[in-house]
């Protein structure tokens, strides 16, 4: 049964139709059905995304000077599979960065996506490291210098308490803010200003698109007319920072206390805005605007002086005199204390069998409350310290917020101990403990533990007569592009229990300290003006006593308080109240603070 | 020796001409594409012109062969075909290629021998089974019949060149089966190896097994024919699974490979897998000439020649594809028709070999491109870049013109 030569050429041709027709099938899946995921695959392996930094937002001080800024840095980037074709290439650039070749390596591994695509070894390196590897080029092929940002301090005023510095972000950060679009490598606020308004301060970065080859090699630009969906997204920049800090007073502070340990505080009385705030000793903050090698880190963290930590509100001191102004209240308020009662201070008190000493060995004599307050008797104090009593003197020392942070906007604040009857038992033991601790908390000293900022505070609520406000740095923030800014309302706080003749009475005493006839803080006395405040000298074991001093002025209308800390620094009047002069008279000069002469003028012009 | 071309040249089928240059434009068009594409390595960039010039060569060997007599074919058949054994051999020896032996250079040129087999075999098969004393009922005959096809095959794979060899596995059973072999014989001798492949799924077992026993029935043999046949396949069916599980991995890995089975990522995985993107992406229209993305940043090697399919693809879309698929199935349906109308029974079997030929190079080329066949390395017809594959088409396809301008002469 031979077939017919036409019925094979019809078995053949119909076989090789069918056999086309099922490819065709398969193509008509791929290129239509398929079509679109293919073609989202074709375009991810040429499109490459490229970011565009975000100027981070600026810090303003209060009239405006620039305080943080950005200045242009390069950073070093290499292509590994030009890098591979230089033998000495990476020991040119470890030396250079000072690392081993292989960290350069496992830099280059670990950030690769391609071996022809350009990868970051190292952001903002220093001047002479770049032109250290420019001079080299030849010998380090595929080395490339980007330019990006880096922060800097233009006025000169280094607070880096307050400033804080960025870090790369790690991978904790990344876990912990995973909704907010960070990716590794990204700089993040770590410290200060720059933590706490990291989300005013970071700009949203942009993006470009550029077509890589199949070696990931960028080979042009892709706008939207290469793929629609390819949408350049502009960088938003981070906006400004309004800080309500005086540059002017914080850097002259800042180099009254360099070579000494301590620090100020300065507060705006009308609003709880912080205008100086100085620790000392700190650190160079330019050091944290590039990355901080392991070497400079540990020096930091092991320093003895710990220039890390910011004493204004992360350190805790006894308090000594100033304190006494708490006892004053508790006292006033309570009834327990008549300021017209005199008491006899002999330079010493008898507690049983142990003698407590006033700090005036021969004594004051007879003296009533603002005489004491004047003069800080510490006799005085111990009687009514034990009149008063514990339990009420703590309990005005939690009202003016002793014992808990004030909320200040910066990481890291202590708060404190205010100690009470129940500390006491818990650590001596029940009804094992003696009165005398009671007379040591009373004049500010023993257990009693406080932050410079809770001092300040105290001083400006006592100014403010208990309607005081939360200390804070951020006055606003300004859209770095409209310049639009948009300020924020102080936070109000109300002391509750003390009345306006106590307040009257304790700011008296206060006015006492500075301008009596035997004011124990006249040194921060400024011809034209009527200050307050209270002197203390702490003890403590640590060596010589720690000089303080509060205060506010002017006298009459309170604008700003203060409060000025020398660790070890001796007594309180000697050492402290002539810086809280100076704070005074720099304010004056540069007209921010209104002389008390002028004032009666204005207030004669008013109806 | 050559006949008055006037004649020969009003006698040539015109369509398959302007299939054969529409084919080999569409395949310029490609490589241009792919050789000016951004970062192109420079041995490439001279490719188009290369291939123009390739062609023009082409067009000289056509007209050689077109006006040289049927006879002449026939005469010296086996005598191309010795040839070919011994370039095969040589090859062997003295030939050159990545990791293998498949050509001799010779200065500019690549001698392919494998490519001369093609030609030659064809014509060996054909000339032995048009011969008047053959008879393919014959055991004997049929034997030297297959073995004429598999020397060569076997020589290549030695190279090794398992996709080139293929062919010539494939090239025999078409051309025995036009020249008048049982049907029957021919699904004898291709059950077992559907048995085997089938045999690693109980389902496609059964499938395969009720089909074998459908036809024998159907074939109403003598029960002794059919019982042999029947058992030979199950117990191909048994042992294979068997034989598989007793071997060491690196064993299976081996066959596996050798087969051109086994996938690995970085290889011929990633090619598939760039290639059904470029494909893909082409969607109904094609990214336009020169636009496609996957051509132009070179996400494909070897594009220019083994996947030259997927430049159209990505370039010129399922329109593109189309086209040229019904342009290779107009030229193949003509070849077949020339085969049908011949008088001579060699000049048909040459037909017959050169579309199976021709056939199974673009399947198997475009089954790969859309990853439906294993990466085998054999080039798209006229498309591919490469003088000598483009030379034995263009004589198979002479040959097929030969045919039909002589279709009413007996040799």
Redesign the interface.
Known sequence: MELTESKKRLIFSAALCLIFFVLLLRFAYLQLYKSKEFFLASEENRVRTIDIEAPRGLIFDRYGTILVDNSPAYALYAVPAELNKSDSAYHILAEALQVTPQEIKERLRRNSQSNFQAIKIERQIDFSTLSLLHERRLELPGVEFRAESRRCYPRGVKAPHLFGYLSEITEGELNLFHDLDYEPGDLIGKKGLERQYESILRGLKGKRYVQADALGRIVGDLTEADNPQLHYVTPVPGRNLLVSIDASLQYYLEHEFTGRRGGAVVLNCKNGEVIAMVSEPNYDIELFSRPVTAAIWNQLVNDPNKPLYDRMLQSLYPPGSTFKLVLVVAGLETGLIDPQERVFCPGYYRLGNRSFGCWKPGGHGAVNLLQAIEQSCDVYFYRMGLKVGLKNWADYARRFGFGKITGIDLIGESPGLVPDEEYFDQRYGKNKWSKGLILNVAIGQGDLLVTPLQMAYLAMTIANEGNTFKPHLKRGVQDPITGTEEYDQPDSVHIPGVSPETYALVKRGMYLVVHGDRATGRAAAVPGISAAGKTGTAQNPHGEAHAWFIGFAPFEDPQIAWCVFVENGGGGGAVAAPIARGIISLLLRENKLIPSSQRLVVAQATP | MFERSEQTLRELDKIIVVCVFILVAAGLMAIYSVTTA??TPAVLKDNFAKQVIWFTISIMIASAVIMTPMKFFYKYAYWFYAVALILLILVLFWGAGRGSHRWFVLGLLRLQPSEIAKVATILAVAKFASHQTTDLRHYKDLIIVFAIALVPALLIVKEPDLGTAMVFFALAV?ML??A?LSPFIIFVLSAPIITLISAFNLVTFTIAILLIIGILLWSRRRLWVVLTVFLINITVGILTPKVWEGMHDYQRQRILTFVGLQEDPKGSGYQVN?A?????????WGKGWQHG??TK????PEQHTDFIFTVI??EF??LG??LI?VV??TL??RA??I???VKSKFT?LVV?GS?TVI?VHV?IN??MC?G?MPVTGLPLPFLSYGGSALWTNTILVSLILNAGVRRFEYL
């Open positions: 951004i970062n078409p089966f036009w008048g760039q059904k993107v470029a494909i893909g992406s082409g969607g109904f993305t996957q940043l070179r996400f494909l693809g990505e879309g399922f594809v189309t698929m290779f199935l193949l349906l077949l028709m085969a049908a109308a048909a017959v579309v056939s399947i475009m089954g859309v439906i």
